[in-house]
C-alpha cells in the first residue's frame, strides 16, 4: 500500500479512500483543494495503481494497514474519513475498529451487507469480458466514448486521463475476483454503534437497490446519520467525475457542527 500526502503534515489529517477499480487519483483533484486547509491523504489499495502486483486481501485487511498507518503517523486520529463504493465500505470497517477515529465521515455508493446475486454477476463479468473493460485499447476507447456522452463538467482533465490509462491496464483480474468477492460479502459489524463520529452515508438516485438499502442498514446502527441522495447521478459521480460539487458538499458538512446528540 502507498500513501500520497498533499499539504501541511502539522494541519488536521483527512484520508480520502479510493473506490475497487481506481486509485489514488480518483480524489486528486479534492486532495488538491483540501490541503489548502488541511493535510490529505490518499491511500493506493494494494492491487490497485501502482500497487498492481501486491494482492489485494479483503476490506478488512486493508483497514488493518490504513489504521496502522493512522495510528503511526496521525496520532490515531483523523480529522475526517471518505471513501466510494469500495472505499466507502472501508471507511465502516474503520469506523467500527475505533470509535473515536475520525471527527467527520463520509460514505459514498457502498455495500455493507451480503449481496451474493451481485458477487456472482461481477465475478461472471469479468471472466468473460476482462480483456474488453481493462486493456489499454478499451480503456482508450473508454475515455473517447466519455468525452462525446458526458457533459464538459464531467470529463476527466488531461492529468487524470493519463493515471487512467496507466493504471486500469494493469488491474489483475486476481484482484478483481478478490475484489468483488469480499466487497460484496461484507458484513456490518455490531462494535460500528460505538462510533463516534458525524456521518453523512452519499448514493447516487440511479444507484442500486443494494446502496440504497446499505445506507438504511447504516443508519439503523448510527441513528443521526444523514443520508443524501444526489439527484440523476449514478455510482459514484460526485466523487469521480464532480469534484466541485463534491467539495461544496463536503466542506459544508466539514464545517457543520454536529448536534449535541452525537
Known amino acids: 500500500?502507498?500513501?500520497?500526502?498533499?499539504?501541511?503534515?502539522?494541519?488536521?489529517?483527512?484520508?480520502?479512500?479510493?473506490?475497487?477499480?481506481?486509485?489514488?487519483?480518483?480524489?486528486?483533484?479534492?486532495?488538491?483543494?483540501?490541503?489548502?486547509?488541511?493535510?490529505?491523504?490518499?491511500?493506493?489499495?494494494?492491487?490497485?495503481?501502482?500497487?498492481?502486483?501486491?494482492?489485494?486481501?479483503?476490506?478488512?485487511?486493508?483497514?488493518?494497514?490504513?489504521?496502522?498507518?493512522?495510528?503511526?503517523?496521525?496520532?490515531?486520529?483523523l480529522f475526517a474519513l471518505c471513501g466510494v463504493s469500495m472505499g466507502g465500505q472501508i471507511v465502516i470497517e474503520l469506523l467500527s475498529r475505533k470509535a473515536d477515529l475520525a471527527q467527520k465521515a463520509i460514505i459514498d455508493g457502498s455495500v455493507c451487507y451480503p449481496v451474493p446475486n451481485v458477487k456472482r454477476f461481477c465475478i461472471t463479468t469479468v471472466k468473460l469480458f476482462r480483456r474488453f473493460l481493462f486493456s489499454e485499447k478499451a480503456c482508450k476507447f473508454q475515455l473517447a466514448a466519455m468525452s462525446k456522452k458526458l457533459p464538459q463538467k464531467m470529463l476527466y482533465p488531461k492529468e487524470i486521463q493519463e493515471l487512467y490509462l496507466q493504471d486500469m491496464p494493469r488491474l489483475r483480474k486476481e484482484t478483481l475476483y478478490a475484489m468483488y468477492r469480499t466487497y460484496m460479502n461484507y458484513s456490518i459489524k455490531d462494535s460500528l454503534r460505538e462510533c463516534q463520529a458525524d456521518v453523512m452515508y452519499w448514493y447516487g438516485e440511479k444507484e442500486m437497490k443494494c446502496v440504497k438499502k446499505s445506507a438504511k442498514l447504516f443508519q439503523s446502527y448510527l441513528r443521526n446519520c444523514k443520508i443524501y441522495e444526489a439527484k440523476e447521478y449514478g455510482h459514484g459521480y460526485l466523487a469521480v467525475y464532480l469534484p466541485e460539487e463534491w467539495l461544496e458538499l463536503a466542506e459544508d458538512f466539514f464545517e457543520s457542527v454536529p448536534k449535541s446528540d452525537y
Open 1 to 77: 500500500m502507498k500513501f500520497h500526502e498533499f499539504g501541511n503534515p502539522e494541519n488536521q489529517h483527512i484520508m480520502l479512500i479510493h473506490g475497487g477499480g481506481n486509485a489514488w487519483w480518483n480524489y486528486l483533484r479534492q486532495a488538491r483543494k483540501l490541503s489548502e486547509k488541511y493535510h490529505v491523504i490518499l491511500p493506493t489499495m494494494d492491487g490497485h495503481g501502482e500497487e498492481f502486483a501486491t494482492d489485494y486481501i479483503s476490506t478488512e485487511d486493508t483497514a488493518d494497514k490504513l489504521l496502522s498507518y493512522i495510528e503511526k503517523k496521525c496520532n490515531g486520529k
